[in-house]
């Protein structure tokens, strides 16, 4: 089930995007939970005892609090929640965004745009959830697919590289990852890698530049459809 929290000053606004959430999926009560505050107070004691929000709608100005403000405390215990501002100021984009804030809606909220914002959300609280069971050389593991950056294949070995630079070694072939759902993002480059393109940064004549400035190759035979899955990757991204 996903947590939802709302928090706004302005009681209509949080009737209103609750209503919409409550819409977007068909009063279905078993696929979210919502917690409504109408102060940043109740809202950060909600977040220290109760636990985590997936998702939260903050308005910038709550009274005489600042969602910004509020803000910048989660993510002192929480940098993985997904932070929707709502608001009538334009003036806290730039700060908004320093905070990792996924998206910023003007009040009032056009329809269109909280369908689309709301549903790139949801995509990602969907791949944060997505786990991968692994069979490594230490022994089982299970990881988060989201932090997988790219897997590459040496003999009968599949080295999977993380985030965090972490490699695990897994015992099989990479074609044994290449039609698995879970990992529906990833596309390969050559022959032996297999990149999570949300991790691609550049894409050169022979070689793709990741973020984090690691260099993996690109062949001639998987260059056309690589582009192209990442073109759709980040078009499907930006809807």
């Known amino acids: 089930m996903i947590k939802i929290a709302i928090c706004d000053d302005e009681k209509y606004m949080v009737v209103d995007i609750g209503i919409r959430i409550m819409d977007y999926f068909d009063d279905d009560k078993e696929k979210f939970e919502l917690f409504e505050f109408s102060n940043g107070s109740d809202f950060l004691l909600f977040y220290n005892e109760e636990g985590k929000a997936d998702i939260i709608f903050m308005d910038i100005e709550i009274g005489a609090e600042n969602g910004v403000e509020i803000i910048a405390k989660i993510r ?26 996924f998206q910023y809606l003007v009040k009032p909220i056009i329809d269109a745009d909280f369908t689309c914002d709301f549903s790139r959300a949801l995509r990602g609280i969907n791949d944060k959830y997505k786990i991968l069971s692994i069979n490594t050389v230490d022994g089982k593991k299970k990881i988060d697919i989201s932090k997988i950056m790219y897997m590459c294949s040496e003999g009968k070995v599949v080295h999977i590289v993380m985030q965090n630079k972490t490699r695990y070694d897994v015992r ?68």
Do not use: G, W
Request: contains cysteine; charged residues 20%.
């Open 76 to 101: 002192e215990i929480d940098e993985n929640v997904i932070v929707i501002f709502v608001t009538s100021y334009t003036n806290y984009v730039n700060t908004a965004f320093r905070l990792s804030a």
């Open 172 to 239: 099989s072939k990479l074609s044994d990852y290449k039609n698995n759902e879970l990992i529906s993002y990833f596309e390969s480059s050559h022959k032996s890698y297999l990149i999570n393109l949300r991790y691609v940064a550049n894409i050169k004549t022979q070689y793709v530049v990741l973020q984090n400035n690691d260099i993996i190759p690109i062949s001639r035979n998987c260059k056309m459809q690589f582009i192209n899955k990442y073109n759709h990757y980040i078009l499907k991204e930006l809807i």
